[in-house]
């Protein structure tokens, strides 16, 4: 029970890493407020409670952390894991429509989460955020300048937000996974098939290994951890 007492709010939770983390969370504890566009996810846990939610629209957010402290009182963690791919196109060919997608959702609504949940947190005499970013946060592949993009900008406003809220014992930390096994990977063989050779332990990751790494940077055991970009990607970025 490493989460026991803790309410977190655990983003993109419908599907995939979300999902895990999520029934992760739950399992070690904590009451998880798990939040989606889309409708009717299913969990394990009766600690898990679903709310439908854009994470690119701020007044969601607003009313969702307001009903959070108007039933438990507190706010321990956030786990920003929604996120989209958008088109493949590079510099050249990317579409403008998809890139402001791409970002208002996998950019700006973990910013708006933030922005909502810290004066909770504080509040509640601190916290932990994670951030999902990528191993594409840091090294160029073909195509997918959106995505690239904002997974970048998730690593630097980590270490903006860890900086600025150390003295409200708010942690903020961003995670970058290699390729994992979820809708997101699914029908691109190619893709698959070439981060495998590329990654020391050759495979790609299943969801609860995430959720795994999630489980430690939101819980107390990483008490003196902050502002860190931290890979869970089976080797690639060592390579
Ligand atoms: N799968 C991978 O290989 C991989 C690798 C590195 C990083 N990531 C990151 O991990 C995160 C989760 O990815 P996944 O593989 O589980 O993808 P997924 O597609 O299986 O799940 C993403 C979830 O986010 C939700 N979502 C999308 N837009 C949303 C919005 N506007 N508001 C609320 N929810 C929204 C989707 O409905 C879905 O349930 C993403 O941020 C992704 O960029 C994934």
């Known amino acids: 029970m490493r989460m026991e007492g803790k309410v977190v709010i ?3 939770a419908y599907r995939g890493i979300g999902h895990a983390v999520s029934e992760r969370l739950a399992g070690e504890g904590a009451r998880v407020i798990a939040v989606d566009v889309m409708e009717g996810a299913t969990f394990d846990s009766p600690l898990v409670e ?5 994470v690119a629209d701020l007044s969601q957010w607003e009313s969702l952390v307001a009903r959070v402290n108007r039933d438990y009182g507190r706010l321990d963690g956030l786990v920003n894991v929604a ?6 196109g590079g510099p050249e ?3 403008i429509e998809d890139y402001e997608k791409v970002i208002a959702i996998n950019q700006t609504g973990p910013l708006y989460g933030m922005r909502v949940a810290i004066p909770l947190m504080r509040a509640s005499g601190g916290g932990s955020i994670v951030n999902f970013s990528s191993v594409m946060s840091t090294i160029g ?5 959106a995505y690239h993009a904002s997974k970048g900008a998730i690593a630097g406003m980590t270490m903006n937000a860890a900086v600025h809220h150390g003295p409200d014992s708010i ?6 996974p290699g390729l994992v096994n979820t809708f997101m990977t699914s029908g691109d063989d190619d893709f ?3 981060a495998v050779a590329e990654t020391p332990l050759g495979r790609i990751a299943e969801p609860s290994e995430i959720a795994n790494a999630v489980l430690f940077l939101v819980s107390d055991e990483s ?3 902050t502002g860190v970009q931290f890979p869970v990607d089976g080797g690639f970025r060592a390579r």
Do not use: E, K, Q
């Open 10 to 12: 655990v983003t993109g």
């Open 50 to 54: 679903f709310n439908l939610m854009n």
């Open 83 to 88: 996120g989209v791919m958008g088109h493949h």
């Open 93 to 95: 060919d990317f579409d």
């Open 141 to 145: 592949t073909w195509g997918w300048a």
């Open 171 to 176: 942690r903020v930390n961003s995670i970058h």
């Open 192 to 194: 698959v098939a070439a």
């Open 223 to 225: 008490s003196f951890v």
